[in-house]
């Protein structure tokens, strides 16, 4: 995988862009009616507005490359290497399944594993199995309602990517059309899909990795992205500080002005 993938919001950029020509209608009007150091005064409550809602809408991606999957939202941002990414699933929203790193404190020592005896293990007979002629329960394999062991897996919620479209388009059994890449062009695609979508690129990405003989010329950028980085390592999330403490000082500033 020579390119980027990244996945945001259809509407998120349109109401922010929306919000600062109003802030700079509203901005204007006030340096009209009540000059220009009350303009300035008046400047954070719009600022705060249109910052507010680009962290809301704008900010949250998925941000897909070979390094792994980075679900980036509002909070905090998850990176997902390739290894550990199950499968991705649109369910109101898309979830991104993957196994969850583990605790080497918690893994159990040789030692403290106890060895099963034989009757433990003993397969029970067939008369043992059947009551009457007739195969009772234990007597036949259960079936397996979870096939891909997500039970195990964390789900991780995109914010990115929202449902959209209704409880016809998200009951919908018709797939919706997956967009060209058009890769031979550029090598960074920004996607503004529905989830169903989403999902089923990025597990595509994941069996086009796993059987690179199978990729299609068209999953092939013609001019290689640049090194994005190291690969991630299992599933680690890291906290959006930066974006967090900008909106905790606006919201700070607001309680001032308010109060005081």
Partial sequence: MNYQLVFRSRYGQIAVWGLLAFSIFFLGTVWWADGF?????AVPFP???VYFTWWIWTWPA???????????????????SWSSFARAEARWGLYVYATPTADPAATPSPTDTATPSSTDTATPSPTEVTAGGRLTIGAVDPINLDPDDLASKKAIYASAV??????????????PPTPPLNLGKRNRVVLRVTPMV??????????YLENPSKRPESHTAREPLADPGAEYQGLRYRYNFLQIGVFVAFAAFWIWRILF
């Fill in 47 to 49: 600022l705060g507005i």
């Fill in 162 to 175: 929202p449902a959209r479209g209704g409880f016809k388009t998200a009951t919908s059994k018709e797939a």
């Fill in 62 to 80: 998925v941000i897909v490359d070979e390094r792994g999957i980075a679900v980036r939202n509002q909070v905090r941002t998850a990176d997902v």
């Fill in 198 to 207: 989403a999902a089923r690129i990025l597990d595509e990405e994941k069996f």
């Fill in 37 to 41: 150091v009350q303009m300035l005064a």
